[in-house]
């Protein structure tokens, strides 16, 4: 059973201003997610078709033409060339560090979060469905989800080997040890908020023990150590 430790973090300028510089990033838009693919090469995709990429670690944004308005959610790049958005409807792919996008068929929506593990397969979360390829986006196939409540939207997708990946789903985490093919919900019986308070938003798996949950409902941070 996962022990999960919360951390409540107050504002005061002593632990909060102190860490962190704000950054121009030159969009009044709404942006949805960030993700880094080094330490300097960077890109951000947002609401009206907003997407940004830096090579400088942060410090400058610079925009990038997908084709289209619609608001993006997920950003997911493998390396520096080959990349991933996912829209409201949609998967646009990038074989040139997002200078052009291609279109990919898709009959699937609202689409939440977009992971690939290499070029070839890939998951994309909606509401309370995963669903996977192995042709690199062409083909679509919805995946087996075990003891998950309905109607929660699927935020973050990510794995730390080829086999073992997490999904959180608002209310909890869900993990597969079979190349995501089967998802079971994790459950805490000694923080019974963390099942059906709907505190999770966000999370960093670092590997099999350690990994970060981010929670508006507490106003802090989750850790989990085992």
């Known amino acids: 059973m996962k022990k999960l430790l919360?951390?409540?973090?107050f504002l005061s300028q002593t632990i909060t201003y102190g860490q962190w510089i704000e950054q121009n990033s030159g969009t009044t838009e709404n942006l949805n997610k960030v993700k880094f693919v080094s330490a300097d090469t960077g890109y951000i995709v947002g609401n009206n078709g907003t997407m940004l990429k830096t090579i400088d670690g942060g410090n400058t944004w610079n925009p990038l033409n997908i084709g289209s308005y619609e608001n993006l959610t997920s950003v997911c790049f493998l390396d520096n060339e080959i990349g991933f958005v996912s829209g409201a409807g949609f998967i646009s792919k990038t074989d040139?560090?997002?200078?052009?996008?291609?279109?990919?068929?898709?009959?699937?929506?609202?689409?939440s979060e977009i992971y690939f593990i290499d070029s070839s397969i890939g998951f994309i979360g909606t509401a309370n469905t995963i669903y996977?390829?192995?042709?690199?986006?062409?083909?679509?196939?919805?995946?087996e989800l075990m003891n998950v409540n309905e109607f929660n939207q699927i935020y973050e997708i990510e794995f730390i080997t080829n086999?073992?990946?997490?999904?959180?789903?608002?209310?909890?985490?869900?993990?597969?040890?079979?190349?995501?093919?089967?998802?079971?919900?994790?459950?805490?019986?000694?923080?019974?908020?963390?099942?059906?308070?709907?505190?999770?938003?966000?999370?960093?798996?670092?590997?099999?023990?350690?990994?970060?949950?981010g929670s508006p409902y507490y106003v802090g941070l989750y850790t989990t150590l085992d």
Not at 96 to 111: A, Q, R, S, V, Y
Not at 133 to 143: L, Q, R
């Open 6 to 9: 919360i951390v409540v973090f």
């Open 96 to 111: 040139d560090g997002g200078i052009t996008w291609e279109t990919l068929n898709l009959n699937i929506t609202p689409l």
């Open 132 to 143: 996977k390829t192995i042709d690199g986006g062409d083909n679509w196939d919805e995946v």
């Open 163 to 213: 086999t073992t990946g997490y999904a959180l789903n608002g209310i909890g985490i869900l993990k597969t040890v079979d190349g995501g093919q089967v998802w079971t919900q994790k459950i805490d019986d000694s923080h019974p908020d963390y099942n059906g308070a709907n505190i999770l938003t966000s999370f960093e798996i670092i590997n099999e023990d350690i990994a970060h949950f």
